[in-house]
T-cell receptor
């Protein structure tokens, strides 16, 4: 069964600190993995997309890693800001190439950054 | 370039009624997907449309249906509403149906329609 699991479910950190969110997936066939940020009451916004050949990808203070062998990904947030408070969702599409846009979503990690 | 727009943003309906939600994709995008988001189940895929044809469907009952128009705008309909249909319904658009690179998968989400069934 195609699944995406995330940990922790929620996380509270102080402003300026770093944190790492985890994602494990069992989606096959695998083509890419994405991290989305979703602010309360809004639609998800893409942070990174990683193909199976990419190990690390950065987007500002966000750095995603991917280990296709162990089927794990992480999202590292550096020097957190209050605006980082949101739900972070790991997403893996099913199917190869453009055969499908069907996305399998993780349950998300709710991050709260406190001053 | 304008983003994905969804109307209405908020909706309150009673059990047994039906509802139609609308999604306008980013200009030039031809694929529209719909998702349901609830606190208990998270985000779940409903269906995807491309060139006015349903290409993929999630595991939802037949009460959930959709369609896409020639201008790529899409509507989603839920008939005989149940309390469990209360959710945030998200629409996402992407440029293409077929592609060979990871960029072909990029989906841009709208703000969602918050449906409350009483």
């Amino acid at each position: 069964k195609n699944q995406v699991e995330q940990s922790p479910q929620s996380l509270i950190i102080l402003e300026g600190k770093n944190c790492t969110l985890q994602c494990n997936y069992t989606v096959s066939p695998f083509s890419n993995l994405r991290w989305y940020k979703q602010d309360t009451g809004r639609g998800p916004v893409s942070l990174t997309i990683m193909t199976f050949s990419e190990n690390t990808k950065s987007n500002g203070r966000y750095t995603a890693t991917l280990d296709a062998d162990t089927k794990q990904s992480s999202l590292h947030i550096t020097a957190s800001q209050l605006s980082d408070s949101a739900s972070y969702i790991c997403v893996v599409p099913t199917g190869y190439g453009g055969a499908t846009n069907k996305l399998i979503f993780g349950t998300g990690t709710l991050l709260a950054v406190q001053p | 370039k304008a983003g994905v727009t969804q109307t209405p943003r908020y909706l309150i309906k009673t059990r047994g009624q039906q509802v139609t939600l609308s999604c306008s994709p980013i200009s030039g995008h031809r694929s529209v997907s719909w998702y349901q988001q609830t606190p208990g189940q998270g985000l779940q895929f409903l269906f995807e449309y491309f060139s006015e044809t349903q290409r993929n469907k999630g595991n939802f009952p037949g009460r959930f249906s959709g369609r896409q128009f020639s201008n790529s705008r899409s509507e989603m309909n839920v008939s005989t509403l149940e309390l469990g249909d209360s959710a945030l319904y998200l629409c996402a658009s992407s440029p293409l149906w077929a592609g060979v690179s990871s960029r072909s998968y990029e989906q841009y989400f709208g703000p969602g329609t918050r449906l409350t069934v009483t």
